[in-house]
Structures are given as structure tokens and as C-alpha cells.
T-cell receptor, first 111, second 113 residues
Framework: SQQGEEDPQALSIQEGENATMNCSYKTSINNLQWYRQNSGRGLVHLILIRSNEREKHSGRLRVTLDTSKKSSSLLITASRAADTASYFCATDHTGGFKTIFGAGTRLFVKA | DTEVTQTPKHLVMGMTNKKSLKCEQHMGHRAMYWYKQKAKKPPELMFVYSYEKLSINESVPSRFSPECPNSSLLNLHLHALQPEDSALYLC????????????FGPGTRLTVT
């Protein structure tokens, strides 16, 4: 069963705009990760945020984590056409070593 | 070398065939994973190997048989598959079985006829 659920399922924006994707999960976690996947190829790890962290930045990426609401958001600022991809959140859960991916958000950035 | 390689890229097999998928990494990672991904769905964990020992088997049918010959190699042996097994099979590796910052291969696109 999926641990993480994401919304929106799909997002279409213009180049230069910001894109925000949300992820909710069900059980306590050790960390939450975000991955990107281009056109059914391998996934690329973007960023990891631990359960005791609230916000993390990496380049144009900003991730927040609210453990009380069991939710996370990924913000991509100043989007580019090359950001077009599917984005997945991935969680483990305390006591296990199993990565479970959310349903994903398909982002389309128009040039 | 921060790459995970997978062969073959594409595979078409009949339901009576036996084939193998291969995965290799040279990053010194001690955990390796097999995922199955159907179109427009997230990857689903199948197996986890930690220090060359099977750590997690997500109730995968026995027609899928994983093997980890050494710390750099991971195989997935396929036998008597069903058409519904057609999917993208992804291999990944990470430092350890906590699974943080996994590196993924490009996948093998499997079609079962």
C-alpha cells in the first residue's frame, strides 16, 4: 500500500513560474525524500529531509515537512522546460527499512 | 563513478521463457533494490539486498527470483512470467539499507507476450 499520496496529480505551468507539489503520508517516518523521473527512465534523488527538520533548500528546490500534519511540500522556483518530469515523494517508516513512493505529480513546464 | 547500469534496456519474452535482468554499481553501496513500475504509477518495491543478503521480499511471486552474487551485482531471474508482469524494472542502490539517497539505473522495459 502506498505511504505517500501527492497532489496535484498533474501540474502545467509557464517557464519562470514556481511549482508546488504536496505529499501526505500515513505513519511516522524517519525521513522523506523527493525524486524526479523523466519519461519513464530511472529516478534521480533530489533532496532528503529528516523527521526532525522543518525546511531544507537545495538550489531552486525548497522542501518543507510538517510531521504533525504528516505532509511535505516541494517548491521548484523559476521553473525551466527541463524541469518537466514526474516528481515522487518517498517515505520510509520508523521501524522499517522500506522506501514507499507516493503516486507522483506530473509537472509540465511550457517554454 | 556514480552510475547504476542495467541490462538489457528492453526485453521481450514469452511466458515459457527464462531470462535474467542485470544490475551493476561500483559506488561501494551495500544495499541494492529491485522495483517494478507500471505506466503512470510509482515504483513498487520488490526486493532489498543488504550486504548481499536478502533483507526484504515484498511478497513477490516466485516466478521472480533475485540473486546478489557480490556487492556490485544484482540479478533478477525471470521464469514463466505473465503478461501483467510487463513493466519497467528498476534497480537502485544506496549506502545502506536505510535507503537514503538511492541511485537508480535507467531500467529494463519488459514485455511479456
Amino acid at each position: 500500500s502506498q505511504q505517500g499520496e501527492e497532489d496535484p496529480q498533474a501540474l502545467s505551468i509557464q517557464e519562470g513560474e514556481n511549482a508546488t507539489m504536496n505529499c501526505s503520508y500515513k505513519t511516522s517516518i524517519n525521513n522523506l525524500q523527493w525524486y524526479r523521473q523523466n519519461s519513464g527512465r530511472g529516478l534521480v534523488h533530489l533532496i532528503l529531509i529528516r523527521s526532525n527538520e522543518r525546511e531544507k533548500h537545495s538550489g531552486r528546490l525548497r522542501v518543507t515537512l510538517d510531521t504533525s500534519k504528516k505532509s511535505s511540500s516541494l517548491l521548484i522556483t523559476a521553473s525551466r522546460a527541463a524541469d518537466t518530469a514526474s516528481y515522487f515523494c518517498a517515505t520510509d517508516h520508523t521501524g522499517g527499512f522500506k522506501t514507499i513512493f507516493g503516486a507522483g505529480t506530473r509537472l509540465f513546464v511550457k517554454a | 563513478d556514480t552510475e547504476v547500469t542495467q541490462t538489457p534496456k528492453h526485453l521481450v519474452m514469452g511466458m515459457t521463457n527464462k531470462k535474467s535482468l542485470k544490475c551493476e554499481q561500483h559506488m561501494g553501496h551495500r544495499a541494492m533494490y529491485w522495483y517494478k513500475q507500471k505506466a503512470k504509477k510509482p515504483p513498487e518495491l520488490m526486493f532489498v539486498y543488504s550486504y548481499e543478503k536478502l533483507s526484504i521480499n515484498e511478497s513477490v511471486p516466485s516466478r521472480f527470483s533475485p540473486e546478489c552474487p557480490n556487492s556490485s551485482l544484482l540479478n533478477l531471474h525471470l521464469h514463466a512470467l505473465q503478461p501483467e508482469d510487463s513493466a519497467l524494472y528498476l534497480c537502485a542502490s544506496s549506502q545502506d539499507r536505510r535507503g537514503e539517497g538511492q541511485y537508480f539505473g535507467p531500467g529494463t522495459r519488459l514485455t511479456v507476450t
